[in-house]
């Protein structure tokens, strides 16, 4: 035990010395054996695209070595050449990504090597963008659930082919959570909240209460989406890493604008060409996310034709609707006081409502006395992101106050865990624009939380649900804190809020104004190339040729409860699809 907290200490000094030390992200180590076909940017022989020859040429690019990315390549690449380009370095030795202890430090690193690109909404919402091979499922929670069926039918997926697909994750990268102690209170007092049936462990989208699954193993390890590029073809798939695609590459000589590659810069600055095959069917795949997609589409010259042109970018299309339609899931926490102390968790169990919320949770994160007293940079794993200083207030000097009243506080208000309750299926709508020409820099986001009346009702039932939750003896037995009043929870939460504190928790006034402070992310922000606005139903960019999109950038809702599963799904379930539109019978897979 002594050798444990040891460590535990040790990890939390790393965290403390992230602002002065670069993070890892296995420059060295990649596994080769498992991964021959993986290397860095300047290892690429770059021709010009007019001089090309087939040597060098690829059939597929794909832009995005994360969540759909990696499991598109795998599979493309049984039959095809693919080249795919991720910006960031590689997840498999870099321990803030490979263990769930390790999960908070790779968002609270903030340095321009982290596996995590943090942004700043308009919204005031603090945010992460993933930049590691593996995307999102490499610095994500880890929960693995599927899409809502109703998802699947709306999309008009086939559904043989997406139950070949999800199978062909599960098997290789899903694990069986452990199933804390904690998580079984979760499980237990959402059940005498109401939120029943109990539906045992399963991977189904299913209405009351169930344990999912994790890409965490038995012994806390992280399985990302960077694994399934084991099942590829390796003598037809190269994988660059360190490789920021900065626009893709058009011939505007025909009747609509065709990719032929794009341009990227390694690691040393040096711009390199990627060529596609003279072959109709080849395709340059975008798949970088829903920040990434549409921001790299409109550096490209597609976009809003007046926004491209105050950027003085070449207008390739005219296209309004790139950006636009961004929605992010809003979700609020409630802090869980514990006497017994509390093992690390993150999401296990979930409760599926049909008054549009879903309730989760996380727990143990909080438990070194280093950790209570550093500096996490913009984040604080131990209450939710800065989550008790509402957004418009979130300022360099408001962060700096939270600091110094975070280290007056007592170690035993920062013991136990966190309810969080997050709006399904949100109708508030934002935008995406460009602020500069620099792929590396975020783009201005508006995720528009609770503008649309609907979001903030069902935001009040969750937190009333997250509540009930609580007060169940179901977690009084558990945390042995004693049953507090909704106002004592709510007051918790909020304990360095320096603005606002509801008065009365039953008052929906109240509520409202809780939600809209305490507003965070859980990252599941989608939305920005949308189906019918800017790529059509097999997921072809409107107005180009060869040019595809697969990614959350597409979704107009966020599949389920969590979108990690559907999205690597997809990134199956397209390379299939792609591969047997193509050969027909003699796809073979």
């Keep these: 035990m002594d050798s444990v907290g040891a460590l535990k200490?040790?990890?939390?000094?790393?965290?403390?010395?992230?602002?002065?030390?670069?993070?890892?992200?296995?420059?060295?180590?990649?596994?080769?054996?498992?991964?021959?076909?993986?290397?860095?940017?300047?290892?690429?022989?770059?021709?010009?695209?007019?001089?090309?020859?087939?040597?060098?040429?690829?059939?597929?690019?794909?832009?995005?070595?994360?969540?759909?990315?990696?499991?598109?390549?795998?599979?493309?690449?049984?039959?095809?050449?693919?080249?795919?380009?991720?910006?960031?370095?590689?997840?498999?030795?870099n321990p803030n990504v490979s263990y769930l202890e390790n999960f908070h430090i790779t968002l609270a690193d903030?340095?321009?090597?982290?596996?995590?690109?943090?942004?700043?909404?308009?919204?005031?919402?603090?945010?992460?963008?993933?930049?590691?091979?593996?995307?999102?499922?490499?610095?994500?929670?880890?929960?693995?659930?599927?899409?809502?069926?109703?998802?699947?039918?709306k999309v008009g997926w086939d559904i043989n082919l997406v139950n070949q697909s999800y199978p062909w994750i599960e098997n290789q990268i899903v694990h069986r959570p452990k199933f804390s102690a904690y998580q079984r209170a979760v499980r237990d007092s959402l059940l005498d909240s109401g939120v029943s049936p109990f539906n045992g462990f399963t991977?189904?989208?299913?209405?009351?209460?169930?344990?999912?699954?994790?890409?965490?193993?038995?012994?806390?390890?992280?399985?990302?989406?960077?694994?399934?590029?084991?099942?590829?073809?390796?003598?037809?798939?190269?994988?660059?890493?360190?490789?920021?695609?900065?626009?893709?590459?058009?011939?505007?000589?025909?009747?609509?604008?065709?990719?032929?590659?794009?341009?990227?810069?390694?690691?040393?600055?040096?711009?390199?060409?990627?060529?596609?095959?003279?072959?109709?069917?080849?395709?340059?795949?975008?798949?970088?996310?829903?920040?990434?997609?549409?921001?790299?589409?409109?550096?490209?010259?597609?976009?809003?034709?007046?926004?491209?042109?105050?950027?003085?970018?070449?207008?390739?299309l005219d296209n309004h609707f790139v950006g636009k339609g961004m929605v992010d899931n809003p979700m609020n926490t409630m802090f869980v006081p514990s006497e017994r102390p509390v093992h690390q968790s993150l999401i296990e169990t979930v409760g599926i409502t049909k008054m549009g919320v879903y309730i989760e949770a996380s727990s143990g994160f909080s438990q070194s006395n280093d950790s209570i007293h550093c500096h996490h940079g913009i984040v604080s794993a131990e209450i939710g992101q800065l989550s008790t200083i509402p957004p418009k207030q979130r300022s360099p000097e408001a962060i700096k106050e939270f600091i110094k009243n975070k280290k007056d506080l007592p170690i035993e208000a920062f013991k136990g865990g966190f309810i969080l309750s997050k709006v399904a299926n949100p109708w508030s709508v934002g935008e995406l624009k460009l602020v500069n020409t620099n792929v590396k820099d975020n783009p201005?986001?508006?995720?528009?939380?609770?503008?649309?009346?609907?979001?903030?009702?069902?935001?009040?039932?969750?937190?009333?649900?997250?509540?009930?939750?609580?007060?169940?003896?179901?977690?009084?037995?558990?945390?042995?804190?004693?049953?507090?009043?909704?106002?004592?929870?709510?007051?918790?939460t909020v304990k360095a809020n320096v603005n606002f504190i509801p008065k009365h928790a039953k008052d929906t006034k109240s509520l409202k104004q809780f939600c809209k402070d305490t507003v965070i992310t859980i990252w599941h922000y989608h939305g920005g190339c949308r189906v019918g606005k800017v790529v059509n139903h097999d997921y072809m960019v409107l107005g180009v040729d060869r040019l595809r999109v697969v990614d959350g950038s597409t979704f107009d809702e966020s599949p389920g409860t969590n979108p990690q599963a559907t999205v690597m799904m997809m990134g199956r379930y397209m390379g299939l699809k792609i591969l047997r539109d193509r050969l027909g019978k003699l796809a073979g897979i």
Aim: proline share 4%.
């Design 9 to 93: 200490f040790l990890l939390f000094q790393v965290l403390w010395l992230w602002n002065f030390l670069p993070s890892c992200q296995g420059e060295k180590q990649w596994h080769e054996k498992s991964y021959p076909f993986i290397r860095n940017a300047s290892s690429f022989s770059s021709p010009s695209i007019s001089t090309t020859t087939s040597n060098n040429e690829y059939d597929y690019i794909i832009v995005g070595g994360g969540t759909a990315g990696c499991p598109l390549a795998a599979t493309l690449s049984q039959k095809f050449n693919v080249l795919m380009l991720e910006r960031g370095g590689v997840p498999f030795t």
């Design 110 to 153: 903030v340095s321009p090597t982290s596996a995590s690109q943090f942004f700043v909404s308009s919204d005031g919402v603090y945010n992460s963008r993933a930049r590691v091979l593996g995307g999102g499922s490499s610095i994500n929670a880890g929960f693995y659930t599927r899409a809502d069926p109703r998802f699947i039918k």
């Design 203 to 316: 991977y189904d989208h299913l209405y009351g209460t169930k344990v999912g699954g994790t890409i965490f193993d038995k012994y806390g390890r992280r399985h990302t989406a960077a694994e399934l590029l084991a099942s590829g073809n390796h003598e037809k798939l190269t994988v660059l890493v360190y490789a920021t695609v900065q626009k893709i590459v058009f011939d505007t000589k025909g009747k609509k604008p065709k990719a032929v590659g794009v341009i990227f810069q390694d690691e040393n600055g040096k711009q390199h060409e990627a060529v596609l095959a003279n072959d109709r069917h080849s395709e340059v795949i975008m798949s970088s996310g829903a920040i990434g997609t549409p921001q790299l589409l409109m550096l490209s010259g597609i976009g809003p034709k007046e926004e491209l042109q105050k950027l003085n970018i070449p207008v390739i």
């Design 444 to 492: 201005s986001v508006a995720f528009n939380y609770f503008s649309h009346p609907y979001d903030l009702e069902r935001c009040v039932k969750g937190i009333r649900l997250a509540i009930k939750v609580v007060q169940s003896k179901h977690f009084t037995n558990y945390t042995l804190s004693g049953r507090k009043t909704a106002e004592e929870l709510l007051n918790l």
